[in-house]
């Protein structure tokens, strides 16, 4: 049975930090792109950040570049998002993504909400 779950999201003031965890199974981790996406209350999901199949390729969206990094543990089956400098526009639930050519799976998202 695949699945993704999602930890760490929380209630945070602005400038503060958190890192949110995406712990994977039912597959082979390593075989699949991870990526982290987020939707805000009325908006379109938007692709945050994602990394390739052994963490050596990462991209960001340019509203998070510099503040947010996502590395991945194979050895543990996990992606982490460490997000630090957070604005109230990154409120949202957050989740993870997994891909590859066959196949596409989704969490079930974690909420980050960033409010003083």
């Known amino acids: 049975q695949v699945q993704l779950v999602e930890s760490g999201g929380d209630l945070v003031r602005p400038g503060g930090s958190l890192t949110l965890s995406c712990k994977a199974s039912?597959?082979?981790?390593?075989?699949?792109?991870m990526s982290w996406w987020r939707q805000a209350p009325g908006k379109e999901r938007e692709l945050v950040a994602s990394t390739n199949r052994f963490g050596g390729s990462t991209t960001y969206a340019d509203s998070v570049r510099g503040r947010f990094a996502i590395s991945r543990d194979n050895a543990k089956n996990t992606v982490y998002l460490q997000m630090d400098s957070l604005k109230p526009e990154d409120t949202a639930i957050y989740y993870c993504?997994?891909?590859?050519?066959?196949?596409?799976?989704w969490g079930q998202g974690t909420q980050v909400t960033v409010s003083s």
């Open positions: 039912g597959f082979t981790f390593s075989d699949y792109a």
């Open positions: 993504k997994a891909i590859n050519l066959d196949s596409t799976y």
